[in-house]
């Protein structure tokens, strides 16, 4: 069963640390360097979110995940992650690489912009003293870019399709544009939404003008490409300051800490089984005689980043998007509900991560669509109530889903 269908987006000024936050984030080896333009193609992996298992939660000894991994008593849920060229500001005129490449986020759900928050790199990503550079505006400038990016691509055959709405060619308006828009990655209901916070649900599509259309882009961005600030190589001491005036200028966007390089250097160490740390750990335990680099790079790592922000932040970063942005939550399918098992006496082996909100219905349909069509009832295991199908599913919820499907297999 796969954990998820979620991709998120790795953008931001070229030369900020993507690619390393990328490779923390996937243990997979891309270039990095510190230099403009050192990605060109776009590298996809897969990364973890994390989450206390339930099998702890339960008192159980331990549980046989098997869509995601058990370690530790953690759960670490598999989602994409796309890591691309980075921008520099005019990046929509064709400055630097352009923008084109942001095509391999069109299906993201969420992007991490990544920004150097300790100031280290010019407007043009070329290395500066740490503190000549205001990361503010390159939050301000990337934010530009990625609208321009998306508005040129929505404003292509606009009036064409403006017209057609307009005269009746779909009676459904919000459903027609997301059909259009689709490639986009938007759904239906981020339309409706952008449409009512701009005020322009009760405006004809063909006397817009480019203002409202620009209005109504960018607050579909806000909607359907949400952002998390990944304020990167926090490491560096002056960052401290600027992630304070990041919150404070753009406040109801999450901006998190992070060091991606202290997040990589640790990782790698745990794989050469040097350090004991797992991602979002706030601290590691050296194991075994590091060559004695390693533990002094290993210390300061401890004293610049765990002790002063609580951990790498790259965890974080990512969990924040995938629950906290875009408002998701944890549900364990079993088909025994006493046992914890699947068919196959697997204890707990599947979590799957769903939208707050949905239904057990919609977790039916979500685990296969005959379960969905002949749902009957459902158990939650933890309560050991039987509930119908629009019970609203909690975070963390072990569900058993009864279906007339189920039942004749
Ligand atoms: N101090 C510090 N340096 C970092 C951090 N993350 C990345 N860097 C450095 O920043 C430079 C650029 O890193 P990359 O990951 O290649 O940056 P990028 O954003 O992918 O760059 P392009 O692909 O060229 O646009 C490298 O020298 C990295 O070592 C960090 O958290 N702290
Ligand atoms: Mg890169």
């Given at each position: 069963m796969e954990a998820s269908n979620i991709l998120l987006g790795v953008v931001g000024k070229t030369n900020v640390g993507k690619s390393t936050f990328f490779s923390a984030a996937t243990e997979i080896d891309v270039p990095i360097e510190n230099r403009p333009f050192v990605t060109i193609d776009p590298n996809v992996g897969v990364t973890y979110v994390r989450r206390m298992c339930p099998h702890v939660e339960l008192g159980l000894p331990s549980c046989n995940a098997s869509n995601s991994i058990c370690r530790l008593g953690w759960r670490f849920i598999p989602v994409k992650i796309v890591d691309v060229a980075g921008l520099v500001p005019g990046a929509h005129e064709g400055r630097g690489l352009g923008n084109k490449f942001l095509d391999h986020v069109r299906r993201a759900d969420a992007l991490l912009l990544v920004v150097d928050a300790s100031g280290?790199?010019?407007?043009?990503?070329?290395?500066?003293?740490p503190g000549s550079y205001d990361p503010v505006e390159e939050v301000k400038q990337m934010v530009f870019e990625i609208e321009e990016w998306m508005f040129n691509i929505i404003a292509r055959d606009w009036d064409k399709l403006a017209r057609f709405i307009d005269t009746g060619g779909a009676l459904d308006v919000p459903g027609a544009l997301a059909q259009r828009l689709s490639g986009l990655g938007i759904l239906k209901n981020h339309v409706v939404k952008a449409?009512?916070?701009?005020?322009?649900?009760?405006?004809?599509?063909?006397?817009?003008?480019?203002?409202?259309?620009?209005?109504f882009v960018s607050e579909l961005r806000r909607?359907?490409?949400?952002?998390?600030?990944?304020?990167?190589?926090?490491?560096?001491?002056?960052?401290?300051?600027?992630?304070?005036?990041?919150?404070?200028?753009?406040?109801?966007?999450?901006?998190?800490?992070?060091s991606s390089l202290a997040e990589l250097m640790l990782r790698r160490a745990s794989a050469k089984n040097m350090v004991e740390y797992m991602p979002g750990d706030g601290d590691f335990k050296v194991v075994g005689s590091p060559p004695r680099d390693l533990v002094r790079a290993l210390e300061r790592i401890r004293d610049l980043v765990l002790r002063k922000w609580g951990s790498t932040g790259v965890q974080e970063a990512l969990n924040e998007a995938v629950f906290k942005t875009l408002d998701n939550i944890v549900v364990y399918p079993v088909e025994d509900h006493v046992k914890l098992t699947d068919k196959q006496g697997r204890v707990l082996p599947d979590a799957l991560i769903i939208p707050r909100g949905s239904t057990a219905r919609d977790l039916a349909y979500r685990i296969h669509t005959d379960l969905g069509e002949t749902f009957l009832y459902a158990i939650n295991a933890k309560t050991k109530q039987r509930v119908g199908e629009s019970y609203r599913v909690n975070d963390g919820d072990?569900?058993?889903?009864?279906?007339?499907?189920?039942?004749?297999?």
């Open positions: 280290s790199t010019d407007e043009e990503g070329r290395p500066v003293k449409l009512e916070t701009t005020g322009l649900e009760s405006k004809r599509l063909t006397s817009w003008d480019r203002g409202d259309l620009r209005v909607v359907a490409k949400p952002i998390v600030i990944v304020a990167n190589k926090a490491d560096v001491p002056v960052a401290e300051d600027n992630v304070r005036r990041l919150r404070e200028e753009f406040k109801g966007v999450p901006v998190i800490p992070t072990i569900i058993k889903i009864v279906a007339a499907a189920a039942r004749k297999a």
